[in-house]
């Protein structure tokens, strides 16, 4: 399983463990990513990986469809961008 939030494509970070002594061992810096239910207008139920950082995000926008259309693509990841792609149609044809 990738550590990776669906959402914001938050990632697995490297560095360094520096003692007293300034000896330095490589680490691993892990993302706070969940397994979610999301609630989408347009879709129902959304099984999506989020971070923390991207759940108080997207109770801050008002919601899943919201905080996908306000935000732009260059800032999604790929499976954001499916979603986003997803409630656009869903939307359309609706108003349809």
């Known amino acids: 399983m990738a550590r990776r939030c669906d959402v914001t494509g938050k990632d697995v970070l490297t560095g ?12 691993r ?7 979610m239910t999301l609630f ?7 099984k999506l990986k989020v971070s923390a ?3 108080r ?4 926008k008002g919601g899943l469809d919201a905080y996908l259309m306000a935000t732009s693509d ?12 997803r409630i656009k149609k869903a939307q359309a044809k609706k108003a349809a």
């Not at 003692?19 to 330095?24: I, Q």
């Not at 989408?40 to 959304?46: E, F, I, N, P, T």
Request: net charge positive; hydrophobic share 35%.
């Open 16 to 27: 360094n463990n520096v003692s007293h002594a300034h000896n330095r061992t490589r680490r």
């Open 29 to 35: 810096y892990l993302p706070n990513v969940h397994k």
């Open 40 to 46: 989408s207008d347009a879709l129902g139920k959304v």
């Open 53 to 55: 950082s991207a759940l």
């Open 57 to 60: 995000s997207i109770g801050h």
């Open 74 to 85: 260059t800032k999604l990841a790929p499976e954001a961008l499916k979603i986003k792609n």
